[in-house]
């Protein structure tokens, strides 16, 4: 059980468009999901905390008109990065948990972005 | 803001060696956890264990809150336990986010 999936796993777009990202709980229902961004070698810098149904939470430094997260079902978080540019290229992984945030967070595979 | 230190960066070990490693908060955290991140970047989540002692196979973890620190032990390593390994804890009213180390890079040469 406490499975989530990510999609697509992998994506390169060219400078200036947008990329959404989806996130599901498969089996479970997720109160509270977080998007993490990892550059490589380097460790998980969460980016923002989305409750179904309520604006996400964005960590300071994050720019949230730039990575737009909509969580509108308890089985589905989406994270759209607008206007890529090559500095957003990195690996995008999702997390979920059905205890309101508290407990277990459960990973999705992780997408990687690479924009050219 | 809370400090999350892993030790040691990096481990070599042969097949069949123990390991010990460590993870050492700056303050109190609530839901500490530990996870493996395999070559393709999943990470599977091994303790959920804000305190006290927990196995699973060949792995266990112990956390003594107290005193701000848990350890990760795999014992009899095998090839397959390769990867980074992170812990990670919330702290505070932040009950949820997750602050992680920055990791320890295990590799097991057969």
């Known amino acids: 059980g406490a499975v989530v999936s990510q999609h697509p796993s992998w994506v390169i777009c060219k400078s200036g468009t947008s990329v959404k990202i989806e996130c599901r709980s498969l089996d479970f229902q997720a109160t509270t999901m977080f998007w993490y961004r990892q550059f490589p070698k380097q460790s998980l810098m969460l980016m923002a905390t989305s409750n179904e149904g309520s604006k996400a939470t964005y960590e300071q430094g994050v720019e949230k008109d730039k990575f737009l997260i909509n969580h509108a079902s308890l089985t589905l978080s989406t994270l759209t990065v607008t206007s890529a540019h090559p500095e957003d290229s990195s690996f995008y992984i999702c997390?979920?948990?059905?205890?309101?945030?508290?407990?277990?967070?459960?990973f999705g595979p992780g997408t990687r972005l690479l924009v050219l | 803001g809370i400090q999350v230190e892993q030790s040691p960066p990096d481990l070599i070990l042969q097949e069949g060696a123990n390991s010990t490693l460590r993870c050492n908060f700056s303050?109190?955290?609530?839901?500490l956890q530990w996870f493996h991140q395999n070559p393709w970047g999943q990470l599977i989540n091994l303790f959920y264990?804000?305190?006290g002692t927990k196995q699973n196979g060949r792995l266990s973890a112990t956390t003594v809150a107290t005193e701000r620190y848990s350890l990760l032990y795999i014992s009899s390593s095998q090839t397959t336990d390769s990867g980074v390994y992170f812990c990670a804890g919330s702290y505070g009213g932040s009950q949820g986010n997750l602050i992680f180390g920055k990791g320890t890079k295990l590799s097991v040469k057969p």
């Open positions: 997390s979920a948990t059905g205890d309101s945030g508290l407990g277990t967070q459960y």
């Open positions: 264990i804000p305190s």
């Open positions: 303050d109190s955290v609530n839901n």
